[in-house]
């Protein structure tokens, strides 16, 4: 089916209305203003005062071009998405300006408002005069009964006048029509300028995954010295000490036998300490659990041992990719952790769910707030494990609280 027949409503069709029609103001305003505003700054920018003007421009007509591409949404169904800009290398306000205009989406902005002009105007007064005609057409009997003789109307039978309403129908039809082919040109011109092209979004997509990349072997890098720092300062220390035990047990075995077996009781006692610590510190690293039985059974189990009560809401029907659990376990426990460590918190709760082809899960606790994502911390690594799977994890945490950390990994297979 052509676009201009697609999604042919009623609902569609006041949209497509109000973004053609809408595009008559918008357009006058904006050729209007730019022109003006461009010409005033750039003859006063050789004393100085039009640079003020020309940056304050530069920043309205960024500002008017992201507003086309949320107005786009009346007939693309979404909001086009707005490219990235380049990231300045310093934090400075030239590098910061510098960057505003060597972006090529600053002048392709600029470019739609400018176009959209003449198109805006050709075009919203095009829909505007069709659905004028088709509404008069069809008061023609109500107005020809009131209108003087001698005019236009008042010539008209009441049969002519009959006839002319019906032919309302057919111009609305064809209004409709127009309106349609209109509007969905006006947003693929909007498209065309305002919508990053396939190699900009690669290039968007590269650097994303380079950076979620970096963030995933930093992550990995801390956890693997984290294992370390563990077993050095817990498991290594107990075997140590129940070798050095068990030596002393063996040399005293011929000499005074009574005291081997407090020796071996105390060694005895050591190695199941070590032994629970190796195994707190497996599942660290993956709980059995989660292979076994899944992410429901294993958020349970983080649930049973939490310090404060939790309140599981899982709606999973089957289970995730092993990657995707492993990550949503992972931002469960440390979520959680955090919760009985820092925020003061009475109660959690978690929600999992299933919404498409995305796993959303949420944790949120009634503590005092405050949270936030900082470089190096439990948060930040979090993220960095769940941009890894092609995620997004937010924080809102506002000062007093509540706190709700969510995630979205896709889990599609």
């Known amino acids: 089916m052509p676009p201009v027949l697609q999604r042919l409503t009623p609902a569609q069709a006041g949209r497509d209305f109000l973004y053609v029609a809408g595009g008559l103001p918008l ?3 904006w050729f209007t203003f730019l022109v003006t505003a461009l010409s005033v700054g750039l003859s006063l920018a050789i004393v100085t005062i039009g640079i003020p003007i020309l940056a304050v421009t530069l920043l309205i007509w960024r500002w008017g071009a992201d507003t086309e591409r949320e107005r786009a949404a009346l007939v693309l169904g979404a909001p086009i998405r707005r490219p990235h800009p380049p990231a300045p290398r310093s934090e400075g306000w030239a590098a910061r300006w510098g960057a505003r205009v060597r972006d090529r989406w600053t002048w392709r902005g600029l470019g739609h408002l400018v176009l959209l002009g003449p198109v805006g105007v ?3 007064t095009i829909v505007c005069t069709l659905w004028s005609a088709a509404f008069a057409a069809l008061l023609a009997p109500v107005l020809a009964a009131g209108a003087p003789d001698g005019s236009l109307l008042g010539d008209l039978s009441a049969v002519k006048a009959t006839a002319v309403a019906f032919s309302s129908l057919l111009i609305a039809a064809f ?8 509007a969905v040109g006006g947003a693929a011109m909007a498209h065309g300028l305002l919508a990053a092209d396939e190699r900009e979004q690669m290039t968007e997509r590269i650097a994303t995954l380079e950076t979620s990349r970096s963030g995933a072997v930093e992550s990995a890098d801390a956890r693997l010295r984290r294992i370390e720092r563990d077993l050095h300062d817990g498991a ?4 140590a000490y129940i070798a050095m035990e068990l030596g002393r047990a ?8 009574d005291a081997v077996d407090a020796l071996l009781a105390g060694a005895h006692d050591e190695s199941k300490r070590a032994m629970r610590e190796l ?25 049973e041992r939490a310090s404060v009560p939790v309140e599981i809401h899982s ?8 990657a995707v659990e492993t990550a949503a376990y992972y931002v469960v426990a440390e979520t959680l952790t955090n919760v009985s460590r820092h925020s003061g918190a009475t109660r959690a709760e978690v929600d999992v769910r299933v919404d498409g082809r995305d796993l959303v899960l949420s944790v949120a606790d009634d503590g005092h707030g405050g949270a936030e994502r900082r470089p190096g911390s439990g948060l930040e690594g979090l ?3 769940v941009e890894a799977l092609d995620g997004s994890l937010a924080v809102a945490s506002p000062p007093g609280g509540p706190t709700t950390v969510t995630a979205w990994m896709p889990c599609a297979s």
């Open 27 to 29: 357009g006058i305003f």
């Open 122 to 124: 050709a075009s919203g």
């Open 175 to 182: 209004a409709l029509l127009v309106t349609r082919a209109l």
């Open 236 to 239: 290594q220390h107990r075997l």
């Open 250 to 257: 063996r040399a005293k075995l011929p000499e005074d036998p």
């Open 279 to 303: 195994r707190d510190l497996v599942r660290g690293i993956h709980p059995s659990v989660l292979s076994d039985r899944g992410l429901d059974a294993a958020l349970s189990g983080l649930a």
């Open 315 to 322: 709606s999973l029907a089957e289970r995730l990719p092993p």
């Open 383 to 385: 993220a960095q494990r």
